[in-house]
T-cell receptor, first 113, second 114 residues
Framework: EAQVTQNPRYLITVTGKKLTVTCSQN?????MSWYRQDPGLGLRQIYYSMNVEVTDKGDVPEGYKVSRKEKRNFPLILESPSPNQTSLYFC????????????FGPGTRLTVL | SQKIEQNSEALNIQEGKTATLTCNYTNYSPAYLQWYRQDPGRGPVFLLL???NEKEKRKERLKVTFDTTLKQSLFHITASQPADSATYLCALPPHAGNNRKLIWGLGTSLAVNP
């Protein structure tokens, strides 16, 4: 089954404790991206990747890092999480670019205390 | 910069009626515009993409129009069903020729009453 998976689905952590949210897709997509979704602010792009080893900042990259060492994986790293990073996070992937249909993962609900 | 406006007020309609949702953008006309459905706590699901040279696109009970003069896309669901209740999002590129990013509207919540 074609899908985007994220782990963990739920996470409660404390300020400053490094964490990684994994994202994996099995559709051989070139394009992958991370979003956060907050009430009243909608979906905002954090980082995106056009292909392996090619990443770039989205609209809200501060406090986040990403890597794209393999085509299928695009982990999101929070080196020192803060309460303002409490949010619902989505990973998405598509063929080629943002022009094409975006396939979203199930989401990761993160709470930073 | 490009901004997207979707009706923030929830839309309540009776089953069987046609729902019409609006997506307005403020600056340049994008080369394409996408519509997605999102259920609470879940990831958006792609519905339709319409290109700037397409006036209308259909998929089963769904229809999307694109009016570059009005800077507006309309999303219609005909013969609506309670299962159509969800939030509907529109997305488009932030700049002309940009195929690297998407910006998103806040979405319109649709409730279809039986």
């Amino acid at each position: 089954e074609a899908q985007v998976t994220q782990n963990p689905r739920y996470l409660i952590t404390v300020t400053g404790k490094k964490l990684t949210v994994t994202c994996s897709q099995n559709m051989n997509h070139e394009y992958m991206s991370w979003y956060r979704q907050d009430p009243g602010l909608g979906l905002r792009q954090i980082y995106y990747s056009m292909n392996v080893e090619v990443t770039d900042k989205g609209d809200v990259p501060e406090g986040y890092k990403v890597s794209r060492k393999e085509k299928r994986n695009f982990p999101l790293i929070l080196e020192s999480p803060s309460p303002n990073q409490t949010s619902l996070y989505f990973c998405a992937s598509s063929h080629g670019s943002s022009y094409n249909e975006q396939f979203f993962g199930p989401g990761t609900r993160l709470t930073v205390l | 910069s490009q901004k997207i406006e979707q009706n923030s007020e929830a839309l309540n309609i009776q089953e069987g009626k046609t729902a019409t949702l609006t997506c307005n953008y403020t600056n340049y006309s994008p080369a394409y515009l996408q519509w997605y459905r999102q259920d609470p706590g879940r990831g958006p699901v792609f519905l339709l993409l319409i290109r700037e040279n397409e006036k209308e696109k259909r998929k089963e009970r769904l229809k999307v129009t694109f009016d570059t003069t009005l800077k507006q896309s309309l999303f219609h669901i005909t013969a609506s069903q309670p299962a159509d209740s969800a939030t509907y999002l529109c997305a488009l590129p932030p700049h002309a020729g940009n195929n690297r990013k998407l910006i998103w509207g806040l979405g319109t919540s649709l409730a279809v009453n039986p």
